[in-house]
Each structure stands twice: as C-alpha cells, then as structure tokens.
C-alpha cells in the first residue's frame, strides 16, 4: 500500500507527459462511398494552397500522406480517383499556475498587518495546439468523401518537428479506408 502511494506521482506525471505528446483524431466519411473503388490519387493543389502553414511544413505534410497512402495500396496518378487536400487550424494556449503554496501570502498578509508572506509570482507557460484536416475527394464527382483530423500540440523544435508531422499524419490515415462493416 505504502509503495503505491509513493507511486501516485510518477503515475502522474507520466500520464501528463504522455497526454501532451498525443495526437487526437476523429474521422468522418460518406456512407455511400465505396473506399474499394479508389485506387489512385493525387494532390489537390488549390485547397492545398489555401492552407495557412508554411510551405516546408506543407511539403512534409504531403509527403507523410503519400507515404500513408502508397502504404495502403494506393497509388499516384495524373488521372485520380481521389483528390487530397488539407486545411489547418492552429490557437495558442496559455496556462498560468500560481505556485503560492505555503505560509502567508502575498502583500498584507500572513500573521502581520505587513505581510510578511512569501511573493510568489504565478508562471505562465504559452504552446500551440494545431489542427491537421486532411480531405479525400472523390475526383469524378467532386465531393468530399473522408475526412480525417487530428489535434494536439506542436513543436518548434526543428529536429522533432519532421517526427511529430509524421505521428499527425499517421494517427489521422489510420482510419482510412473507414470500417463499413456495420
């Protein structure tokens, strides 16, 4: 009992940790699609353009999805059954903690009129969590017929950020082609 209460804290933190690392995905999809007809694809560069992120981390996006997708069977094509595009949303988020734990507090406080307490400033820590949507256009009929999105938390570090674009891209097309079995 002892040991997994001294426990409790690392248990913790590790899940903190492993939260922030996650990416979260959601998928929808026409039920009317028939995902064994699509055979070839190609990049649908006007909603690809639209997208609001710079052009290198546009580049390992689309290389990532053609990686997914060349995994899945499909393949590239001057003449495809599905257009991909993508969009992104990203917002920044800022927590503030306020450590001031302990005796007195801050200003006129503590056991005095003065205040003697501690003057803990709260920290403030700022991350960005960013939104990939990737589309799969039926490319006859010009209508979307998957959409992926993942959200979670970006890096700009530049030796990890290649990493985390891939974990993206592979967490959202682990849900393609969808499962029309039900």
């Not at 006007?46 to 499909?74: Q, V």
């Not at 939104?131 to 959200?151: C, F, H, N, P, R």
């Amino acid at each position: 009992m002892k040991k997994s209460i001294y426990m409790l804290p690392l248990l913790v933190i590790l899940f903190v940790v492993s939260s922030c690392s996650s990416v979260r995905v959601a998928a929808d999809y026409d039920k009317k699609a028939n995902f064994n007809d699509y055979k070839t694809f190609a990049f649908y560069k006007t909603g690809i353009d639209k997208a609001e992120i710079s052009d290198l981390d546009k580049r390992r996006i689309l290389r990532a999805i053609e990686a997914e997708l060349l995994a899945k069977g499909l393949s590239k094509s001057e003449n495809p059954d599905l257009l991909v595009s993508l969009f992104t949303k990203s917002h920044q988020r800022v927590d503030v903690y306020n450590n001031a734990w302990g005796y007195g507090g801050w200003g006129w406080g503590g056991y005095s009129p003065w205040g003697w307490g501690y003057n803990m400033q709260p920290s403030v820590s700022t991350s960005a969590e960013g939104t990939l949507y990737i589309d799969l256009i039926d490319a006859s009929k010009k209508e979307l017929v998957w959409q992926g999105m993942g959200s979670g938390y970006l890096t700009q570090n530049m030796e990890k950020k290649d990493d985390r674009i891939k974990e993206f891209v592979t967490k959202i097309m682990e849900r393609y082609p969808p499962d029309t079995d039900n």
